[in-house]
């Protein structure tokens, strides 16, 4: 009797921890928002036209800001989506990543297609006037400002290096940190695609 | 199947449904959900310095929106944060620096010289309370209108329809709370009572004891 008691509390434990491993919530390498309103909606133009964030509903969307004379952290985040694309395999249909361009004067719609296309054939890169980038960073928390660089880039620009999420209903859902991996960034959209 | 499988099957789902409930119901853990990213921007303040959103990265932010000219309720939001700021000690902040933003949605009379004169004449602690505004009136109201979603406009005698607003940004530039139409002064307790909650998720962000505060978010426990 003892023996089956004692069987009967091993066989609980074990399938305690086996449920808390399988049934474990997904942990975000990035912060979740819980938006109760879409995210804003803008138009911007790329190289085949004008792209509007709505017209993505029912992919994911990544949104990046940054430019294409981005001495490091847009071309290391860039690269680390596509790995992550590649990662994902064919679900990487289901995802869409948009840059945002912060420097109007320079970036036209045919090289950030360029300069996207080395990270990504899937991505896209779009441009605007000043105003109107101005009004889509703000409203996605991206603070950007001119900065002298050297004789060959001109000028630098500093900008907030965070990677936006947002969901297949147009709310943002995920804000990844400068610093995120390929590896995570594939984990959780491999998470938001199942769900 | 073996009948001691099916012994801790049953225990398994009895714990986890149990838990899940117990968690809901009972909410242990209190926290503020992460609304939206506050809007990034650029100011000029009362000593016509740049402020920038960057700037009030790693502290709270606890922003108004008002202009020099306003009458009453602008009165009442600024007693309520001089309430705050005398009372912040009653909070356990772990050294977490909390500043306070008074946007004006006036620029065209609102210029540092004039901002200067409000926050000495109502007394404000100007290290770590700033008024200001921009004078690009499309940025200010992509900011305080869609950012913050506050409504501001200006009528014909000069004074504006103005939402009474607070609005409580955490270290991440992440919108927490809002707090709309109260003018009352006791609004303070309630605005206190959220920086300590805050204070005590970043406190606990680590670890194991961060699942337990997504988990929280997950459910929705959210602190009245």
Known sequence: MKIKVIISIAAVIAGLAAGFYFFRPHTFHGTV???PEPSYDFTLTGANGDVSLSDFRGKLVLIYFGYTFCPDIC????????QALNQIGAKAEDVQLIMVSLDPERDTPEKLAEFVGHFHPSFIGITGTKEEIDTVASLYGIFYQVNQGSDATKYLIDHTA???????????????PFGVTAQEIADDLKYMIRQ | MNKYLLNGL?????????????????????????????????????????LISEDLRGQFTLYTFTYTN??????????????VQSRLDE???????????????DPTRDTPEALGAYAEAIGADTDVWTFATTENQSMLKT?????????????DDGSFA?????????????IRAEYRYTTEVSSADRILRHLGVLAEEVRNSKGTTKLAYEAAHLFLCYAP
């Open chain 2, 70 to 83: 306003c009458p009453a309720p602008c009165y009442n939001l600024n007693e309520t944060i001089k309430e």
């Open chain 2, 143 to 155: 900011i305080v209108g869609t950012g913050f979603e506050t409504y501001y406009e200006k009528k």
């Open chain 1, 75 to 82: 071309p290391a985040t860039l690269a680390n989506v596509g």
């Open chain 2, 10 to 50: 049953y225990g398994l789902l009895g714990f986890i449904v149990i838990s899940a409930f117990a968690f809901k119901v009972f909410q242990p853990i209190k926290v503020l959900p992460r609304i939206q990213i506050a809007p990034a921007f650029q100011l000029t303040d009362q000593d016509n310095e740049t």
């Open chain 2, 162 to 174: 103005l939402d009474p607003t607070f609005v409580l940004v955490d270290g991440w530039g992440i």
């Open chain 2, 91 to 105: 909070v356990q902040l772990e050294g977490i620096p909390v500043a306070f933003v008074s946007i004006s949605v």
């Open chain 1, 33 to 35: 928002i819980q938006s």
């Open chain 1, 162 to 176: 965070t990677l936006l999420v947002i969901d297949r209903e147009g709310y943002l859902k995920l804000v990844f």
